[in-house]
């Protein structure tokens, strides 16, 4: 739907100016006379060009706007009127715009949550969903509060998953490069110098094989790079296919170490998701529904989808997920005694605080384990090379100091 700048006067005389969603210059008018304003000024809104990547909104700029906002709430400011304050003290441009589609949604009558949901990049199904619930609960500052925290919490996950999976990757990347320079610039110099010498036909066995690995490396590169082109392209195809999709996630449940920690991360991010949805007071349904959506694994999303058809049935909540087969049994049985004693939201709290600890401890041992390996593989492979290059050179000083 077009939107519209406008421009008008109160009866007092008081010009305001604002932004609105409808359908032609004509819709616009009626709605102004209609809340005593007299248009003076009623032009359509050019399009922006968007160049950014994402949402445009980090999650720090998230938590902070939502504390912001609860305090508010809670002080007792009118809604808009918050949103009009932290619209003004915004220094995110593409945020800025954001809370003033808002605002000026809000004040042509649409509900908080409903606004919000004009935005899914930054605002997903959680959010409004929550937001909405306490809306209607009249505990918006509450909730609001609370989803500040689930995504502190969230980030910190997040974050630490980031910072394992770095080192690694910048060790490998270094080490392919390294390698590469090796087997296609030093290891060839070195061996036109053995030429040179005439010591190319007694040169030691690791030497080479060193300098046939280099030569392989080098010829097969015209082969190697299209394959590698066409590996990732392939990947990249059958993980967008839903079949591949499913046995690509199934297959990282599955890994011996990533695995792991995969599966505690996949644990404390839904029982942290369900136990702040329904202490919110959202339906056990609708809750299920947005933590399969969020789970970001199909394998966990089929089983929670699972779950959910089997509780509209009739049936509690533990036992579809033991049948799932997705989460340990250990977090089925906690689930099991939270649903008999009626505290099923605490419980799957208690759950999530134990498994982000527990993410950190693995993550942490993971970490520990990679490091020494990784530079152990890096210092061997480029040792056996410099190894393999000097034997010839002291063999060769060796008969010149003899003759």
């Not at 908080?112 to 505990?139: C, M, W």
Request: glycine share 6%; charged share 20%; proline share 4%.
């Amino acid at each position: 739907m077009p939107e519209f700048n406008w421009e008008a006067r109160t009866r007092s005389g008081e010009v305001r100016k604002g932004v609105m969603s409808a359908d032609n210059v004509n819709t616009v008018e009626q709605r102004l006379r209609s809340q005593q304003l007299t248009p003076s000024s009623i032009k359509k809104k050019r399009r922006e060009l968007n160049l950014t990547i994402g949402s445009g909104v980090d999650s720090k700029e998230l938590v902070v706007f939502t504390r912001q906002f609860a305090t508010m709430i809670d002080a007792g400011l009118p809604l808009v009127q918050c949103l009009d304050i932290l619209a003004s003290q915004q220094e995110n441009k593409v945020f800025k715009n954001v809370l003033k589609d808002i605002k000026s949604s809000v004040e042509q009558g649409a509900t908080f949550s409903d606004s919000l949901r004009r935005h899914p990049k930054i605002f997903d199904d959680l959010y409004t969903n929550l937001v909405q619930a306490g809306e209607v609960g009249g505990i918006l500052d509450t909730i609001l509060n609370r989803l500040a925290i689930y995504i502190e919490k969230n980030v910190k996950l997040m974050r630490q998953i980031k910072g394992a999976m770095t080192y690694p990757a910048v060790v490998l990347v270094i080490l392919a490069v390294v390698m590469a320079v090796l087997l296609g610039f030093v290891i060839p110099a070195f061996e036109g110098m053995f030429k040179d010498f005439g010591a190319k036909d007694a040169l030691p066995k690791i030497t080479q094989f060193v300098i046939w690995a280099s030569k392989s490396f080098i010829t097969s590169l015209p082969v190697t790079i299209p394959a590698l082109i066409i590996t990732v392209g392939t990947v990249i195809f059958v993980y967008r296919r839903p079949k591949g999709k499913r046995f690509i996630h199934k297959l990282l449940l599955t890994l011996p170490i990533f695995g792991t920690v995969i599966r505690k991360i996949a644990v404390a991010r839904f029982t942290r998701t369900m136990g702040t949805l329904l202490q919110s007071g959202v339906p056990i349904l609708d809750a299920l529904e947005i933590c399969a959506k969020s789970s970001g694994n199909v394998v966990i999303e089929e089983g929670l989808m699972y779950t959910r058809a089997k509780i509209s049935e009739g049936k509690n909540m533990a036992d579809p997920l033991t049948e799932s087969k997705v989460f340990p049994s250990m977090v089925v049985q906690m689930i099991a005694v939270g649903e008999q004693t009626g505290a099923l939201d605490q419980m799957l709290n208690k759950i999530a605080d134990f498994y982000e600890e527990e993410t950190d401890v693995a993550v942490s041992a993971m970490t520990s384990m990679l490091e020494p390996l990784l530079m152990a593989i890096v210092g061997g492979l480029v040792g056996v090379v410099m190894v393999a290059m000097y034997l010839p050179i002291f063999s060769l000083a060796g008969a010149i100091k003899t003759e």
